[in-house]
């Protein structure tokens, strides 16, 4: 580790620092050289129009996409090439697009499914499971119905919960609020802000640029599969031009 500089503050490694990665569905050369970087307690926005390479981005990190250039560092692991289960057994939290509610399971025994899958010792379950009933209080009236039949807001406070419940130090959620009303989407988003508030970092992949742009500390924006500009949220706020140039609102 190298001494801070006089002064300064020292800076914290970043949670997630992906660079130049190269990502192929087969022979589909889909992300060309994107690099960007989170960092313990950021809430990053992954922005871009449909089609851009944002899930693909996230599926890299999750080992779900063949990389064939670059690297992708999370939570201080090297994870290319290594399994989905293994990266995330390094803290590493997933919201894939699609909630995937199993029929038939209760909430309680998503948690459980999702602890055994990140190798949470058994006895470790029901504290794991009340850190996730902190973040999502309202689930607690929930735990015992079936998950699939809950409403499409509560289904996806499961998804982030599950991703939640390993010690998650990063986590990496894709379109959350995707067809939810707006003051439950807003909800979502305000406590992934408060997720990061506390020290995760969060990579929040978004279709609502306004809303992205309001919670997020920085904003990269992807294009075919390339980082086309990228910045601090505030400053990006500020300029009006901004969105219209990068996201055509
Ligand atoms: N399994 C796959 N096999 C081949 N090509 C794929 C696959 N999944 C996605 N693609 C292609 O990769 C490109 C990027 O897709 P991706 O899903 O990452 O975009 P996105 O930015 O998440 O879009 P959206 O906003 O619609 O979710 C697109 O051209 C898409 O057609
Ligand atoms: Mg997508």
């Given at each position: 580790?190298?001494?801070?500089?006089?002064?300064?503050?020292p800076?914290?490694?970043?949670?997630?620092?992906?660079g130049?990665?190269?990502g192929?569905?087969?022979?589909?050369?889909?992300l060309?050289?994107?690099?960007?970087?989170?960092q313990?307690?950021?809430?990053v926005?992954?922005l871009?129009r449909?089609?851009a390479?944002?899930?693909?981005?996230?599926?890299?990190?999750m080992?779900?996409?063949?990389?064939r250039?670059?690297?992708?560092?999370?939570?201080?692991h090297?994870?290319?090439?290594?399994?989905?289960?293994?990266?995330?057994?390094?803290?590493?939290?997933?919201?894939?697009?699609d909630?995937?509610?199993?029929?038939?399971?209760?909430?309680?025994?998503?948690?459980?499914?999702?602890?055994?899958?990140?190798?949470?010792?058994?006895?470790?379950?029901?504290?794991?499971?009340?850190?996730?009933?902190?973040?999502?209080?309202?689930?607690?009236?929930?735990?015992d119905?079936?998950?699939?039949?809950?409403?499409?807001?509560?289904?996806?406070?499961?998804?982030?919960g599950?991703?939640?419940?390993?010690?998650?130090?990063?986590?990496?959620?894709?379109?959350?609020?995707?067809?939810?009303?707006?003051?439950?989407?807003?909800?979502?988003?305000?406590?992934?802000?408060?997720?990061?508030?506390?020290?995760?970092?969060?990579?929040?992949?978004?279709q609502?640029?306004?809303?992205?742009l309001?919670?997020?500390?920085?904003?990269?924006v992807?294009?075919?599969?390339?980082?086309?500009?990228s910045?601090?949220?505030?400053?990006?706020?500020?300029?009006?031009?901004?969105?219209?140039?990068?996201?055509?609102?």
């Amino acid at each position: 580790m190298t001494a801070a500089a006089p002064g300064r503050a020292p800076v914290d490694a970043p949670l997630l620092a992906v660079g130049g990665v190269q990502g192929y569905y087969g022979l589909a050369h889909v992300l060309q050289g994107v690099s960007l970087t989170v960092q313990p307690g950021e809430l990053v926005a992954l922005l871009g129009r449909n089609g851009a390479g944002k899930t693909t981005t996230v599926k890299a990190v999750m080992g779900m996409v063949s990389v064939r250039g670059g690297h992708i560092c999370a939570a201080g692991h090297d994870v290319v090439g290594l399994a989905t289960e293994r990266v995330a057994q390094f803290g590493i939290g997933y919201v894939p697009e699609d909630r995937r509610m199993f029929p038939g399971l209760t909430v309680r025994e998503n948690f459980r499914l999702a602890a055994l899958g990140a190798r949470v010792p058994k006895g470790e379950h029901a504290a794991a499971q009340g850190r996730v009933l902190e973040v999502f209080p309202q689930l607690e009236p929930h735990l015992d119905r079936d998950a699939s039949r809950l409403s499409g807001g509560q289904q996806q406070m499961v998804a982030v919960g599950r991703a939640l419940i390993c010690g998650t130090r990063l986590l990496l959620v894709d379109e959350i609020t995707q067809g939810l009303a707006p003051i439950i989407a807003t909800e979502m988003a305000r406590t992934l802000r408060r997720v990061a508030d506390e020290g995760l970092g969060v990579l929040l992949v978004e279709q609502n640029s306004q809303m992205a742009l309001e919670l997020a500390d920085r904003v990269y924006v992807l294009d075919q599969g390339v980082i086309v500009a990228s910045g601090e949220a505030a400053a990006m706020r500020a300029d009006p031009t901004w969105m219209q140039q990068y996201l055509q609102l």
